[in-house]
């Protein structure tokens, strides 16, 4: 059975400040790695997709990668009240199924 | 990223019935995928649908019950029948898109909120 494992929250941070969100994941063959971001009655909406370790860096995010200790990590500099929202963990195990399996979110609250 | 659309956006169904969710992709796309979240909880794989051959079904879900229709490259639907209460949920189709820097980017639709009487 295929895992991931996310902390639930609430984390809560001031505006302006890191917000770091940790994701960990069962399937040592996973190949790539994705940080969805759901506010309260929407879709998940896709921010940050990693397929190497190290980090990758998009405006105020970043997602590192660590497939030996089997991590994947989301940062969010500058944390705004906008947000404030779930953020999914999904990861696919490769293959040709292109299959996600999603962490159970952890809620950021970014407090002004 | 791509605009995906789905309908009808919610809907209240009865006991018993069938409800027929609809998922249209503004571009042409290999693969679409249907996921449940219900209340509370994060996404579950219904399965997994493939123009021009049959939906692949995860563990606990069955053709019977959500039966998946790919007609073409931008288009499927999703059938939940013979409802009952515990079929109440956000039902969430999605599409795999392959751009020059990624190749396993899925983006998703609005959603459908079913409650079931």
């Known amino acids: 059975q295929k895992e991931v494992e996310q902390n639930s929250g609430p984390l809560s941070v001031p505006e302006g400040a890191i917000a770091s969100l940790n994701c960990t994941y069962s399937d040592r063959v996973s190949q790539s790695f994705f940080w969805y971001r759901q506010y309260s009655g929407k879709s998940p909406e896709l921010i940050m997709s990693?397929?190497?370790?190290g980090d990758k860096e998009d405006g105020r995010f970043t997602a590192q990668l660590n497939k030996a200790s089997q991590y994947v990590s989301l940062l969010i500099r500058d944390s705004q009240p906008s947000d404030s929202a779930t953020y999914l963990c999904?990861?696919?195990?490769?293959?040709?199924?292109?299959?996600?399996?999603f962490g159970k979110g952890t809620l950021l609250t970014v407090n002004p | 990223s791509a605009v995906i659309s789905q309908k009808p956006s919610r809907d209240i169904c009865q006991r018993g019935t069938s409800l027929t969710i609809q998922c249209q992709v503004d571009?042409?796309?290999?693969?679409m995928f249907w996921y449940r979240q219900q209340p509370g909880q994060s996404l579950t794989l219904i399965a997994t649908?493939?123009?021009?051959?049959?939906?692949?079904?995860e563990s606990g879900f069955v053709i019977d019950k959500f039966p998946i229709s790919r007609p073409n490259l931008t288009f499927s639907t999703l059938t939940v029948s013979n409802m009952s209460p515990e079929d109440s949920s956000i039902y969430l189709c999605?599409?795999?898109?392959?751009?020059?820097?990624?190749?396993?980017?899925?983006?998703f639709g609005p959603g459908t909120r079913l409650t079931v009487l």
């Open positions: 999904a990861v696919n195990s490769g293959g040709s199924n292109y299959k996600l399996t």
């Open positions: 571009s042409q796309v290999t693969m």
């Open positions: 990693i397929y190497s370790n």
């Open positions: 649908a493939n123009q021009g051959s049959e939906a692949t079904y």
């Open positions: 999605s599409a795999r898109l392959r751009t020059i820097d990624s190749y396993n980017e899925q983006f």
